[in-house]
């Protein structure tokens, strides 16, 4: 005998906990509050005024790709509308069509062909310029993160342009260091640990357990203490580390700090798994390596999206195993897109770097240009199926700080990808059209 179908889900709480667990959105909804509550005020340092508000959606952006209309990117459309009703109109974001302001300049850069994306409106210039003074500041005058000759490929990274794009519902300059100081700090132990600034496989493993116990205190014997602490500030890679999470952990809860440490530690334990390869000259399968991205990956960027927002998902609801589909669908989706973006810069560097479509032509023996125009199917593939996990969360839990939260992922990739296209210092395309 068949199993009885479902009622068709309804955007209520009492219907949503048929499915989800009434104890479960009972309790979240009951301790989902604004981190200025918690922590007794603001921030400390002043903040910027709020960017402008953007115009009614009217016409899509000049030369954006035509995207097919389906259930799923319409629900997901009503994820980043956001909640209706009385008391939340400040949780709604912009919509993805919106035209930029009128100085906005237009995006540089060149999408590639047959991705599917959603373009964004020009991150806000004045909050750019401010992250940006803001985190050379702390790189040189707090961590002294990088020797003078590194100034140029610092400022060509543009960290403060990506940041605000990604965090569109930042509600100060303050909130967006959080995020900024933390990209950083990681992009510091990939190079410094892992790839083109001394980085190395052999050894790996130690450097990243010390590197880790910046953001995990160790809690040791008395005597060995000061040892540890003095190690925190042994390199570049660990003094990035201590003072961006230091920041971090007076903004957040012990939830959403315990979590970013859990993702840190996936993604310690990905750049483990690709050296392993690289010592022993391995290509590994197609989906070894996507399992690997899974782990060495963007993850820890979207999950702080509440942090950053100002606001708490709580533990609970962040731990659901649909919430971590739709994180582990994110990061997955945004990681192809750097391995397609920096695919002629990784070809141009020294040593062999591997990525999706290096490895598909590998393993599958295609071309290069059908390993690549088959990574970008791939990525379109796990678009389309987070925007589905997204959208299908949004229906079965409709407490406001989710459908925050999974705006909040969605704006990420959709900042993730318009960072990558238009930051012509670092990547190029390959001449595959």
Known sequence: MPAPELPPPQSSLPEAASHFGAHILDAAAARARDIKAATGGAPRVPSLPAPPAMSAPTLPIP????????????????????????GTGSLRMILREETPTPAAAPAEGIPIPGLYYHPIPEPDPVRVEEVSRRIKSWALDEVALYPDDWEEEFDGFSVGRYMVGCHPDAPTVDHLMLATRLMVAENAVDDCYCEDHGGSPIGLGERLLLAHTALD?????EEYQPGWAKS??????RRAYRSAMEYFVRAA?????????????RLHLGYLAEAAWAQSEHVPEVWEYLAMRQFNNFRPCPTITD????YELPADLHAQAAMQKVIALAGNATTIVNDLYSYTKELDAPGRHLNLPVVISEREGLTDR??????VDIHNELMRDFETAAADLA???PVLSVQRFLRGVAAW????HHWHQSNTYRYSLPDFW
């Open 395 to 397: 229906v079965a839990c």
């Open 63 to 86: 030369g954006a790709p035509a995207v097919k209309t389906s259930a799923a990117s319409a629900g997901l459309e009503r994820i980043l509308r956001g909640p209706d009703g009385l």
């Open 370 to 375: 059908d390993a690549y125009l088959k990574s």
């Open 307 to 310: 942090t950053v927002g100002g």
């Open 253 to 265: 809860g012990p939830s959403q700090a315990d979590r970013l440490r859990h993702d840190m530690a």
């Open 217 to 221: 205190p160790l809690h040791t014997a």
């Open 413 to 416: 990739v959709d900042g993730n």
């Open 232 to 237: 925190l500030h042994a390199d570049a890679p």
